[in-house]
Structures are given as C-alpha cells and as structure tokens.
C-alpha cells in the first residue's frame, strides 16, 4: 500500500498562472483533505471532501478548487495563482469517525509526503 | 481566532529524559483530540489520540493527558530519544456535531532531544 501520495512534489508558477495538485489514496478511506503549513501557521484547512461527491471548505478556501474525481482521487487546483499561495501543501485521508467502546470517538487522519509550492 | 495553540515553538530535552509538550484549546466542544509527529521534508505522521470521554491515553513512550476544566492537553515522551526531534502538533476536532472530521492544528513545537 502506498498510502497517500501526491505530485508534484516540487513546483514554481509565476504570479496569474494555474496548476493543478494531484492526491490519492489507497486505502478505501470515505473522508479526504487539503490543507497548507506556513511558518508559525501550523496545517490550516483549505477544503475537504467528507464523503465522495461532496465537497465543503475549510479556514482559507479563497483562491482554491477541488474536485473529488472518485473515492481515490481529490485534487486541489489553483486558478490564478498568487504569492501568498507559496506554500507546502499537504493532502490527507481518512476512515471517517468510529466509535469504539471505552474509548469513544477515534478519527485518525493520514497524511501524504506534502508538495513545496512556489509562486514567483 | 486560534483554537488550538501551542505557546512553546521549541523545547529541547536530554536524551533518557522526559519530554512534556502542551497544547491549549478554547472550544469546549472539541471532543477528540490528536498529536501528529512531523520530520523535515515529510508528511505528519499520527502519533497518538484521545478522546473527551477519557482524560489519560498511553501507547508505549508516548502519554496524551487531557484536562477538560483547563481545556489543555499534553503529550509526555518517556524516555525520550534522539530520533524523536522532530515538529509536534497538536490537533482539535467536534466529531460529535459536526461528522466531517475537520481538523483544527496548533503552531507546531520543534522537539530537539539531545544524545
């Protein structure tokens, strides 16, 4: 299983130009997830996909789409892109939440290895 | 607005001894919470979790105490080692309203274990 994987891992676009970020998953999870680290930031939340066919955003949706192609696939594409979206991009997947007995909720989300974004 | 924070961006610790990183939150619907391990260059990685029905996990090194009344939570790594330096965060979710499993992250704290 190759987990959650991503591409491009590397890549710069000059200021107005699009690109598309790839995501997949292998492990048949319902949930998937786009989110951005910056410096001091931490990982903030750009749109999710609780199930397949639907989509919602999350803290800073502004300047992004996705697509939830099928149950593997969620993409994060950016139509005219700005130099406050240099960023590292992480994609994630999950079950979904499970209740387990005596220990209540459990969620784990996983991550893919993150794609460095440039925008010049 | 930040829901989830952690106050300590670095902690530096000797290896063989205890490692204590915290995390505040100030939304007392939160009902899960996780801790995620992040090397350079890599995704994070789940590390540990609790739920809010439960105030003590333990999974080998790794310690997740929950205070509710204090709304703060810490991660205790005994005993620590060199090949646990790495970024830390803390992360907050309301599963039980919400069903999305949306996860709001703290800062991240830089962990160095020194041989």
């Known amino acids: 299983n190759a987990g959650v994987t991503q591409t491009p891992k590397f890549q710069v676009l000059k200021t107005g130009q699009s690109m598309t970020l790839q995501c997949a998953q292998d492990?048949?999870?319902?949930?998937m997830y786009w989110y951005r680290q910056d410096p001091g930031m931490g990982l903030r939340l750009i749109y999710y996909?609780?199930?397949?066919?639907t989509t919602d955003k999350g803290e800073v949706p502004n300047g992004y789409n996705v697509s939830r192609l099928n149950k593997r696939e969620f993409s994060l594409r950016l139509e005219s892109a700005a130099p406050s979206q240099t960023s590292v991009y992480f994609c994630?997947?999950?079950?979904?939440?499970?209740?387990?007995w005596g220990f209540g909720i459990f969620n784990e989300q996983f991550f893919g290895p993150g794609t460095r974004l440039t925008v010049l | 607005d930040q829901q989830v924070k952690q106050n300590s961006p670095s902690l530096s610790v000797q290896e063989g001894r205890i490692s204590i990183l915290n995390c505040d939150y100030t939304?007392?619907?939160?009902?899960?919470f996780l801790w995620y391990k992040k090397y350079p260059a890599e995704g994070p990685t789940f590390l540990i979790s609790?739920?809010?029905?439960?105030d003590k996990n333990e999974d080998g090194r790794f310690t997740v105490f929950l205070n509710k009344s204090a709304k703060h939570l810490s991660l205790h790594i005994v005993p620590s080692q060199p090949g646990d330096s790495a970024v830390y965060f803390c992360?907050?979710?309301?599963?039980?309203?919400?069903?999305?499993?949306?996860?709001?992250f703290g800062q991240g704290t830089t962990l160095q274990v020194k041989p």
């Open positions: 939304n007392s619907m939160f009902d899960y």
């Open positions: 994630a997947s999950s079950e979904g939440p499970r209740y387990s």
């Open positions: 996909s609780a199930s397949e066919g």
């Open positions: 492990m048949n999870h319902n949930s």
């Open positions: 609790i739920s809010s029905i439960k």
């Open positions: 992360a907050a979710s309301r599963e039980g309203s919400s069903n999305t499993g949306k996860l709001i």
